[in-house]
């Protein structure tokens, strides 16, 4: 909790010139970056020092003939310190996980404990690329510069290099599989990121498309905070159908599948083709 509120103060003296979207990564304007740090090193001066190591709340998997109905919630464009925050309170009151792919250029003062958060919880802290661009229209090595500035990014909050990768717009080409070495996620999603899309139609289409084995694409980027009230239907009424929400490494652990890194974009565990 303390380090919520923490987060929320920083992304407040930050200003909402942090906030992104699905479209966009925002945070370069060098002014309000600079103004912000300051604030924040001072905020920062009682936390652990950063050496500090993660410990995940979940080191180990079940056997999967112990598993039930599984599903793996995703959320894409965070961390935001305030709508990524929520999200996290209602899967830890709820005792469930899920998974985060991050934007690499959203990762900033006000945004690595959100990150930390997540790891410490035991989800699963993913790549969604540095600056959400078409990745189709890049050459491999500005493909690999994207991938290991969030890999690096991540590594440095988490100790862990994310596993998995969504693909911005879920724009995909052969260069893009060539060059990054992760399995591809995508996902059963509603357009959440859309503002138009409320938080009663959230739940109502992830509870319609829910199913074992299972990988939901949201959203918690940009101040998605409809989301992050459909979350608080969504988590108890799945945990009621007897779903075991998982991340996306234990999906696949629950299903015994070891994902491809070539050729397929998962939205279940048991897919074997690209779509
Ligand atoms: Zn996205």
């Keep these: 909790m303390r380090r919520y509120v923490k987060a929320a103060f920083a992304a407040f003296l930050g200003g909402l010139m942090f906030m992104t979207g699905c479209g966009s990564t925002g945070g370069n304007d060098v002014s309000e970056k600079t103004s912000g740090e300051s604030a924040v090193t001072s905020a920062k001066t009682d936390t652990a020092p950063p050496e500090t190591s993660v410990t995940p709340a979940v080191t180990s998997f079940k056997s999967p003939e112990e598993y039930g109905k599984v599903i793996a919630l995703t959320f894409d464009d965070g961390p935001d310190a305030v709508s990524t925050n929520m999200i996290l309170d209602v899967f830890e009151e709820n005792n469930a996980r899920a998974s985060f792919f991050l934007i690499g250029d959203n990762i900033d003062y006000s945004t690595e404990e959100t990150v930390k958060r997540e790891a410490e919880l035991g989800f699963e802290v993913n790549s969604h690329s540095r600056t ?144």
């Design 132 to 275: 959400h661009s078409y990745m189709d229209k890049m050459t491999a090595e500005e493909i690999k510069a994207e991938m290991d500035y969030t890999d690096e990014k991540i590594k440095a909050l988490t100790g862990v290099t994310p596993r998995f990768f969504r693909p911005p717009y879920i724009a995909v080409n052969d260069t893009m599989f060539e060059a990054i070495d992760k399995p591809f996620i995508n996902g059963l999603g509603c357009n959440d990121w859309d503002k138009s899309v409320s938080a009663e139609t959230i739940a109502e289409k992830v509870l319609a498309q829910a199913e074992d084995g299972a990988i939901i694409l949201l959203h918690d980027g940009g101040s998605n905070f409809r989301t992050a009230e459909a979350i608080k239907t969504i988590v108890p009424e799945l945990q009621k159908q007897g779903y075991e929400l998982v991340t996306v490494s234990e999906l696949f652990h629950a299903k015994g599948i070891e994902p491809q890194e070539d050729g397929i974009l998962y939205s279940r565990a048991e897919q074997t083709s690209m779509y």
